[in-house]
């Protein structure tokens, strides 16, 4: 039981480049996230999948899309990198998404954009 | 708005200490709280949850947490300080309107020996 992870572990793009983060989750859970970590902010949700077919915006969707391929599987694009999309990313998963319902995250991707 | 606050950015202890790592919250509604631990190049674990019930909460490791609704707190602690416990901990409240976590901006604990 892998638990949730995260390909590729680091990667740098020049500004203006495409890229796909992958994200797979083996705890059948039915809701997904991705989120973004930034020196001093925390993390901040991007969007989020409540269940498979599903996904929503969260507070930093700009410049971003989301494809939730089946229940395993949630990935994220940048369509056109830009150096403000320079962080670390997160991939989480939860058995739904309820209130108090637990997330249990990936390793992350580091993220370079020159 | 749903916010939490982590009014420390740097926690130091020595070993065999006591630790208390602070956090209060701003939320509509019951707020459903949660404590992270970050280890260097490592993503986010659960340590512990708040949802209903005792106001002492225990989780991994010997951590506990305390919430106070009064106070709107919710403080992480530990009775004896490892130094393996040295990492980045996240507080985090559910907004319970929707999907979204809130996390703190995470205060770094250092034990030293």
């Known amino acids: 039981n892998a638990g949730v992870t995260q390909t590729p572990k680091f990667q740098v793009l020049k500004t203006g480049q495409s890229m796909t983060l992958q994200c797979a989750q083996d705890m059948n859970h039915n809701s997904m996230y991705w989120y973004r970590q930034d020196p001093g902010m925390g993390l901040r949700l991007i969007y989020y999948?409540?269940?498979?077919?599903?996904?929503d915006k969260g507070e930093v969707p700009n410049g971003y899309n989301v494809s939730r391929l089946n229940k395993r599987e949630f990935s994220l694009r940048l369509e056109s990198a830009a150096p403000s999309q320079t962080s670390v990313y997160f991939c989480?998963?939860?058995?739904?998404?309820?209130?108090?319902?637990?997330?249990?995250f990936g390793p992350g991707t580091r993220l370079l954009v020159l | 708005a749903q916010s939490v606050a982590q009014p420390e950015d740097q926690v130091n202890v020595a070993e065999g200490n006591p630790l208390t790592v602070k956090c209060t919250y701003s939320?509509?509604?019951?707020?459903?709280l949660f404590w992270y631990v970050q280890y260097p190049n490592r993503g986010l674990q659960f340590l512990l949850k708040?949802?209903?019930?005792?106001?002492l909460v225990k989780g991994s490791y010997g951590f506990e947490a305390e919430f106070n609704k009064s106070q709107t707190s919710f403080h992480l602690k530990k009775p004896s300080a490892l130094v393996s416990d040295s990492a980045l901990y996240f507080c985090a409240v559910r907004d319970p309107t929707g999907n979204q976590f809130y996390f703190g901006t995470g205060t770094s604990l250092t034990v030293i020996p």
């Open positions: 999948s409540a269940s498979e077919g599903t996904t």
């Open positions: 939320v509509s509604g019951n707020p459903y």
């Open positions: 708040y949802i209903t019930g005792d106001n």
């Open positions: 989480a998963s939860s058995v739904t998404p309820g209130h108090q319902e637990t997330q249990y």
